[in-house]
């Protein structure tokens, strides 16, 4: 059975830092995502990991803060966000594809999702 658990979630203070994990079990992924959905607003995209990190980008909002990386052996990937503001609240899912996934940004790429982890940043 294919899972992704979500973690690190948390409150957290403007300009503060959270690292997030997802745990994938049951098979390995080609391709490994962030996405994220705020109240009431659309889920967009976070940022995204191919292989062992040949192709990595992420969302135009993010801006150089945060850092997306994966450890095969533990079959896990991570999101270290920084400079966290509160327009950054939202709920935080993993998402991973056994391919390479071609069109990043669109959740109909990914095969499986985990059930996320909450962020909240106060101001």
């Known amino acids: 059975q294919v899972q992704l658990v979500e973690s690190g979630g948390g409150l957290v203070q403007a300009g503060g830092s959270l690292r997030l994990s997802c745990a994938a079990s049951?098979?390995?992924?080609?391709?490994m995502a962030w996405f994220r959905q705020a109240p009431e607003k659309e889920r967009e995209f976070v940022g995204v990991?191919?292989?062992?990190?040949?192709?990595?980008s992420y969302g135009d909002f993010v801006k150089g803060r945060f850092a997306i990386s994966r450890d095969d052996a533990k079959n896990t990937v991570y999101l270290r966000m920084n400079s966290l503001k509160p327009e950054d609240t939202a709920a935080y899912y993993c998402?991973?594809?056994?391919?390479?996934?071609?069109?990043?940004?669109?959740?109909?790429?990914?095969?499986?999702w985990g059930q996320g982890t909450q962020v909240t940043v106060s101001s």
């Open positions: 990991i191919i292989g062992n990190g040949i192709f990595i």
């Open positions: 998402a991973a594809a056994t391919k390479v996934v071609r069109t990043i940004v669109s959740e109909r790429e990914y095969d499986y």
């Open positions: 049951g098979r390995s992924f080609n391709t």
